[in-house]
């Protein structure tokens, strides 16, 4: 069981800034301690270099603090008002179209204005009941009176809905119908009733009380509202008139622009297709009543009318007027502060945790990244730390939610913190997950409890990264750290101090900005280790308005776990083109020299040098190195491990590259990556193929800078054997010292 | 639509119940690289769905693993079966005579 966690307001800091820590006693425990640490090595297996922290004694913010448990409030709605317009409305009609993926459920409200729970709130709403069944609900606090349609609706379907309440006569109109009609359908035919309860007029007061889309509101302390009965789905164009309408015109109603006899009725119209990237929900309607939209829904998704003719919002936006809603999207937890903590100016960069514990056993880290005084460098070698891919993987469920886990992994093993977020959905996803309703998870954000972005877990993101932190203090190594976030954010001026940079293990995940950062620090002569596999892969990007929040489509191709609906690999955010980088035209191997080729995780392996290795050009690199044989050892069984990259000119490989070595010898759990075949085929593993190994390359930059790519994630798994003393550990030690020199490597383009 | 979904339907692959020399194989080398018939075998038996699947909770951190079985989703929570294990071979090695026994029909008399 999770006893205590606890998020940070931010995840880069520099001195100076202050952070803010929210924590959550889950088992009640009434206090709990808090102490900054700072984090060397997070690997606490036995087998491994040892798990390492050191307390930064005088932090402030070290203490005991008063326990208490936090809720969340997930699940992504359009939340407008309230407003005078709404407080006008007596009788009314509400219309959508929806294309449910979840109906059969518990009863989900499409909108409405609805307070409290759906068998005694008040207000009215149209929803989809838990038979799958169109409703108008109306209540008035105390009892709840529902106009059911007959007939069940199918997922993944557009729908015209309306549904209608004279408050003169009581009378109630609910109708439905498929925007497609499909053979088989069943006979679609409105549905009337007369409603007993004055849902308006009578019971609590409702001025206070929000229009919703996706849920309805139920009061959550102090005046706040959270959202309930969520939808799972698609909603375009929701729309509220103060009269009851006849069914008929549903499709007048439903159209746009706004005319016709029911248009004066009109109080409020919203638009999905305006303002895609932002946060708010437009109303086109008379009023201006512009909604908030709630905990990251997704956006630039196709509409009814979507005609396949484009393929990107940008394109046609009008055919991307849909929103899909979901039950677990979140963006903020929004719990109280506990604790802040201002950074000294004198601070060491690094990686740092608040550790949190309480009770016997209950311990939790909240990890955060110390960057050094914006404009400054304090060390000659910058560790970028992956933010982009620690988010990406924040608190996944893939290793036992993905069908094929276990073929790749082996055995399923579930730590607490897995067992614990099977259960608490609340938490939120990754950009690996699915959604309730099967749909992929677009976002992830780092405002809320991220249990795998810790210390002592799964050697995988920050816990495996941490072996590289670990080695530079090993050999004595003074370095700053940067994150992805703060790179996305400040571009090339984050990294030009450096002479060098360095990569975590796995640095996947790339916005454009970040990428044509890294892409100038080299065009300046910046030197860049990449220590790591499967790295720039995707390309993604961070929402303008909300901090810390990342957005990912998964594109036709790349090894992915989940892809995205026809026409929707559009980023919602920026309008590019997502999936993978090498489709947008920058192949990894165009920055680094190598890109993606297999994966496996059973067992690493080692590399061989290859003549290349014996050139002049990398006389540093392999010096003090007589062996062959290199890395046939660490804590995954070799340094070559886990992710593979190799060189492949045809995309980028820069000619003039020293291929140094060349991984062999992997098992047949590693397969080529599909998006680097046309057809699948026998041969395709690790026994038979030889595109499967990680290569080793290194080569020159244009003003005396250089890349060293290793193309493994287990490379940093290897640094600690032996005491530090062995061939990996040295190569690394070789580029690095000579990265950080001021002294230029030569220009060696064309000599091969 | 009625009719079996191509998931449920049996796979082509069978274990033969005579082969107790690829168990002894994977027994004797549980991770890295594997026979290829040894390797089929292992495909067919990660390949079982999640409802009711086997997988460990690890009770004690680098210490002890427990075998487990999910429910029929992944949002319930999981049920310990008892057996306890002090290494992670020693586990995919249990499961593995509990998969042998489920395809084949027939009890690994192999300890």
Redesign the interface.
């Not at chain 2, 549980?30 to 594997?34: N, S, T």
């Not at chain 2, 699947?53 to 690890?58: G, H, M």
């Given at each position: 069981m999770i006893e205590i966690l606890g998020y940070a307001d931010r995840l880069a800091v520099r001195p100076g800034m202050t952070i803010a820590f929210k924590v959550s006693c889950e088992t009640g425990a009434a206090r709990y301690r808090a102490d900054i640490v700072r984090l060397r090595c997070g690997d606490d297996r036995p087998d491994g270099p040892g798990f390492r922290e050191e307390p930064v004694a005088d932090a402030a913010a070290n203490g005991d603090y008063p326990g208490r448990r936090q809720a969340i409030d997930c699940g992504s709605y359009v939340r407008v008002g309230p407003a005078a317009a709404f407080d006008a409305v007596d009788s009314f009609t509400l219309s959508a179209l929806i294309w449910p993926t979840l109906p059969g459920l518990d009863e989900a409200t499409v909108m409405g204005r609805w307070s409290g729970p759906a068998e005694t709130g008040f207000g009215y709403a149209l929803a989809i009941d838990g038979a799958s069944r169109p409703c108008l609900r109306l209540g008035d606090g105390v009892r709840v009176w529902r106009l059911v349609h007959p007939v069940a609706l199918a997922a993944r379907r557009w729908y015209r809905l309306l549904a209608s309440f004279d408050s003169a006569t009581g009378a109630a109109s609910l109708h439905c119908e498929p925007v497609t009609p499909q053979w088989g359908d069943p006979v679609f035919r409105p549905t009337a009733g007369r409603c007993p309860l004055r849902p308006l007029s009578s019971g609590p007061r409702i001025a206070d009380v929000p229009v919703a889309v996706a849920a309805h509101v139920v009061e959550g302390g102090q005046g706040t509202w959270r959202g309930a009965g969520h939808f799972n789905g698609k909603i375009e164009a929701p729309r509220l008139h103060a009269q009851a309408l006849p069914a008929e015109q549903i499709g007048q109603i439903l159209s746009t622009p706004l005319t016709g006899p029911s248009a004066a009725s009109l109080v409020a119209a919203w638009d999905f297709s305006r303002d895609i990237p932002g946060t708010k929900a437009r109303d086109i309607g008379p009023n201006g009543l512009d909604g908030d939209c709630i905990n990251l829904p997704t956006r630039a998704m196709t509409g009814h009318a979507w005609t396949a003719e484009a393929m990107n919002w940008t394109n046609r936006p009008h055919e991307y007027a849909a929103i899909h809603f979901h039950e677990d999207d979140l963006y903020d937890c929004a719990w109280e502060t506990d604790f802040r903590w201002t950074i000294p100016p004198d601070l060491k960069s690094g990686i740092y945790a608040a550790r949190l514990r309480c009770g016997n056993q209950g311990e939790d880290h909240v990890p955060f990244f110390v960057l050094p005084p914006r404009g400054h460098a304090r060390a000659p070698v910058a560790f970028l730390a992956s933010t982009a891919t620690y988010l990406a993987y924040a608190n996944s469920h893939d290793h036992y939610e993905d069908p094929v886990a276990e073929r790749c992994h082996g055995l399923t093993v579930l730590a607490p913190a897995d067992l614990f977020l099977m259960q608490r959905r609340d938490l939120g996803l990754s950009a690996y997950d699915h959604h309730r309703d099967g749909s992929g998870s677009c976002w992830s954000s780092r405002l809320r409890p991220i249990l795998n972005l810790r210390p002592k877990r799964a050697l995988w993101s920050l816990n495996a990264d941490l072996h590289l932190t670990d080695w530079l203090e090993a050999i004595g190594q003074e370095y700053d750290v940067i994150d992805d976030e703060t790179l996305h954010r400040e571009g090339v001026s984050l990294l030009e101090r450096y002479a060098c940079v360095m990569t975590g293990t796995h640095p996947e995940y790339y916005s454009t900005a970040m990428l044509t950062a890294m892409a100038a620090y080299l065009e300046r002569g910046g030197r860049l280790m990449y220590l790591g596999g499967n790295g720039f892969y995707w390309r993604v990007a961070w929402h303008d308005e909300l901090p810390g929040a990342m957005e990912i489509r998964r594109g036709e191709a790349g090894t992915r776990m989940w892809t995205s609906e026809p026409g929707e690999t559009g980023l919602a955010t920026t309008g590019e083109p997502s999936g993978m980088w090498r489709h947008s035209g920058f192949a990894p191997q165009r920055l680094v020299g190598v890109g993606f080729i297999s994966e496996g995780f059973d067992s690493g392996s080692y590399y061989r040098r290859l003549p290349d290795s014996y050139d002049p050009r990398a006389g540093f690199i392999f010096a003090g190195v007589d062996e062959e044989i290199l890395g046939d050892f660490g804590v995954f069984g070799g340094a070559a491990a886990l992710e593979l990259d190799i060189v492949n000119p045809k995309v980028g490989t820069p000619p003039h590259a020293l291929l140094l070595a060349s991984s062999e010898g992997h098992s047949n759990v590693y397969v080529i990556a599909q998006a680097e075949t046309g057809a699948n085929h026998p041969g395709m593993d690790g026994i038979e193929s030889p595109l499967v190994r990680a290569d080793m390359v290194f080569f020159e930059t244009l003003k005396g800078g250089a890349v060293f790519s290793t193309g493994s994630i287990g490379w940093a798994g290897s640094l600690a054997h032996d005491n530090y003393r062995n061939n990996i550990s040295r190569i690394t030690e070789n580029v690095l010292r000579r990265f950080i020199s001021p002294e230029p490597f030569p220009s060696s383009a064309g000599t091969r | 639509m009625t009719g079996q979904r191509s998931s449920e339907r049996p796979p082509a692959y069978r274990v033969d119940p005579s082969r107790t020399d690829l168990a002894l194989e994977f027994k004797r080398h549980?991770?890295?690289?594997?026979s290829?018939e040894l390797?089929r075998v292992?495909?067919l038996f990660?390949?079982d769905?999640?409802p009711g699947?086997?997988?460990?909770?690890?009770t004690r951190?680098?210490r002890e693993?427990a075998l487990?079985r999910?429910r029929q989703t992944?949002?319930?929570?999981?049920d310990l079966l008892g057996p306890v294990f002090g290494s992670?071979a020693e586990?995919?090695w249990a499961?593995f005579k509990l998969r042998w026994r489920k395809h084949t029909g027939q009890a690994l008399e192999i300890e």
């Open positions: - | 549980p991770y890295g690289q594997h290829d390797q292992l495909n990660r390949s769905p999640l699947n086997y997988c460990v909770v690890c951190p680098h693993w487990a999910f992944s949002r319930e929570p999981v992670l586990a995919e499961v």
